[in-house]
C-alpha cells in the first residue's frame, strides 16, 4: 500500500525559503520507473503541478516557478524534499506531492494528504 | 504550455442523473489524459488515466472518452458520494497542466 505525507512550516515569511518533506512508503524510488510530483493549490483555486523527480535523480519542473524549487530525494530515508525560495504571498496554498502511475507516465494515482503552508508576515 | 479548458465550470444535478463533464486541450495530447475527484478538505483521488482506463477500485459509473483534444468524463447515475470537484491533467507534455476544474454541487 503506497502512503505519502507531507511536512513541513505552517508559516513562512515572505522572502524566506520554504522546505517541505514527502515521506513516503510502499515504493522505493530506486525502482525504475518511480517518481514523486509536489502539486499545489491555492484556496479556491486549481490545482498546479510544480515539479517532479523521477528514481533516476531526473528532475522536472514548471517553468514559471523553477528558478525557484529545487527537489531532492533521499532514497534511504524514502523521502523526497521540495525547497522554494523568496516566498510571497501567492504562495500561500496547501502542497501535495503525489506517486507517479509507473504504468502510464506523469499522472498520479496516489496523493498525500496535502500541507497548508501561509506566506504571511 | 497546454491549456486544459473545463466546462462547465459547475454545475447542479440530482441524484440518478447522468453527468457529463468536458475537457479540451490547447493541442492535441493523444490520450495522455487523466481525471481526479477532489471533495472538500481532502486531496485529489485518481479516478482515470490514458483518457479512459479506471483506476483500480473506482465504480464502473464513472467513464472517460476522448483523444486528440477533446475529453469528456460520465457519470452514469450521480450517487450522493459523487458531489466533488473533477480535474482533467495532460501528461502528453510538460509543464503538466490541470484544468480549472468543475464542481458538482447537489441540485
Known amino acids: 500500500q503506497i502512503t505519502l505525507k507531507e511536512s513541513g512550516p505552517t508559516l513562512v515569511k515572505p522572502t524566506q525559503t520554504l522546505t517541505l518533506t514527502c515521506a513516503f512508503s510502499g515504493f522505493s524510488l530506486s525502482t525504475p520507473g518511480v517518481g514523486v510530483a509536489w502539486i499545489r493549490q491555492s484556496p479556491g483555486k486549481a490545482l498546479e503541478w510544480l515539479a517532479l523527480i523521477y528514481w533516476n535523480d531526473d528532475q522536472r519542473y514548471s517553468p514559471s516557478l523553477k528558478s525557484r524549487l529545487t527537489v531532492t530525494m533521499d532514497t534511504p530515508k524514502n523521502q523526497v524534499v521540495l525547497t522554494m525560495t523568496n516566498v510571497d504571498p501567492v504562495d500561500t496554498a496547501t502542497y501535495y506531492c503525489a506517486h507517479r502511475y509507473v504504468y502510464d507516465g506523469n499522472c498520479f494515482d496516489q496523493w498525500g494528504q496535502g500541507a497548508l503552508v501561509t506566506v504571511s508576515s | 504550455d497546454i491549456q486544459m479548458t473545463q466546462s462547465p465550470s459547475s454545475l447542479s444535478a440530482s441524484v440518478g442523473d447522468r453527468v457529463t463533464i468536458t475537457c479540451r486541450a490547447s493541442?492535441?495530447?493523444?490520450?495522455?489524459l487523466a481525471w481526479y475527484q477532489q471533495k472538500p478538505e481532502e486531496a485529489p483521488k485518481s479516478l482515470i488515466h490514458?483518457?479512459?482506463t479506471l483506476q483500480s477500485g473506482v465504480p464502473s459509473r464513472f467513464s472517460g472518452s476522448g483523444s486528440g483534444t477533446d475529453f469528456t468524463l460520465t457519470i452514469s447515475s450521480l450517487q450522493p458520494e459523487d458531489f466533488a470537484t473533477y480535474y482533467c491533467q495532460q501528461y502528453n507534455s510538460y509543464p503538466l497542466t490541470f484544468g480549472g476544474g468543475t464542481k458538482v454541487e447537489i441540485k
Open positions: 490514458s483518457a479512459s
Open positions: 493541442q492535441g495530447i493523444s490520450t495522455w
